[in-house]
């Protein structure tokens, strides 16, 4: 398709549920033939108009990474979208729902890298990503959808900047070359009860290849990682609704721990 009309109209209606917190129907639903490419140009009409109001990328995210997930959401390949400052919050703060705009959240825990020198597709690999990785750190992100009752396919999640709400990172930063991050054992509670386990390996086999996937798969459209960005490399486990009243923690196994909770 790649009908710029089409591109701009669908992301300022994206962006517009997202300022009044509202779903929309799937865009699939009406736009059967609307490709991953498409989607992600409606991602990046999206963000611009996040950009004229004042928010700023420091990062990138990858999603739907895990067989758990991908059964859950019936999405099996992986999405990917930008992080900004707005949706980043302090380890162990307590959130507002209304606030934050949250509609549908669930929680993921995943493994945050910082980069330490720009990375650029194509032919990036889990070694250049490790070589680049200044620390990793547990992290939650709390993964929202724009579309009715997380009724995705994998264009309307793309084009919903891969359903990011907002993510907080662990206050412990660790060198990466310190850890088997395949092998690193992640346990998560909500409300002080079990709610998901995974390894690092649940990520496309190595949470760094995720990485470097996403580095190569944003490189096609010539958007670099840059020194300084923190990458989100996808859930160990799957997604965990929320709701006001509810907190979640975890810990990985190396790595520290992370909190947040959440308020009406």
């Given amino acids: ?66 067989k758990p997930v991908q059964d859950m959401l019936g999405v099996f390949q992986p999405d990917f979208g930008f992080l900004t400052d707005s949706m980043e919050f302090e380890d162990g703060a307590a ?35 490790l070589a680049a990785t200044e620390w990793v750190a547990p992290c939650f992100e709390i993964v929202d959808s724009r579309i009715n009752d997380w009724k995705i396919k994998i264009q309307d999640t793309v084009a919903d ?14 060198d990466p070359a310190s850890l088997d991050l395949a092998a690193a054992s992640m346990q998560m509670a909500k409300n002080g009860q079990p709610a998901g386990s995974g390894l690092g390996s649940a990520v496309q086999g190595h949470p760094a290849e995720a990485v470097a996937w996403l580095a190569n798969t944003l490189g096609a459209f010539g958007i670099p990682f840059k020194a300084g960005e923190v990458i989100l490399s996808g859930s160990l486990a799957p997604l965990v609704p929320a709701a006001a009243g509810d907190r979640f923690d975890m810990v990985i196994e190396g790595m520290g721990t992370c909190s947040i909770q959440f308020t009406e």
């Fill in 161 to 174: 900047n891969a359903s990011c709400g907002v993510f907080v990172i662990g206050k412990q930063h660790t």
């Fill in 95 to 129: 959130v507002s729902l209304k606030a934050s705009g949250l509609i549908q959240p669930r929680a993921e825990g995943e493994i945050a890298f910082m980069l330490k020198k720009d990375l650029q597709g194509p032919g990036v690999t889990k070694e250049d990503v």
């Fill in 1 to 66: 398709m790649s009908d710029k009309q089409f591109i701009e109209q669908q992301g300022q209606r994206l962006y517009e549920a997202l300022r009044a917190a509202k779903t929309l129907a799937p865009l699939t639903d009406s736009h059967p033939e609307m490709t991953v490419e498409d989607a992600y140009h409606i991602s990046l009409h999206m963000l611009r108009l996040r950009e004229a109001s004042g928010e700023r990328v420091i990062g990138k995210k990858i999603g739907v990474t895990s």
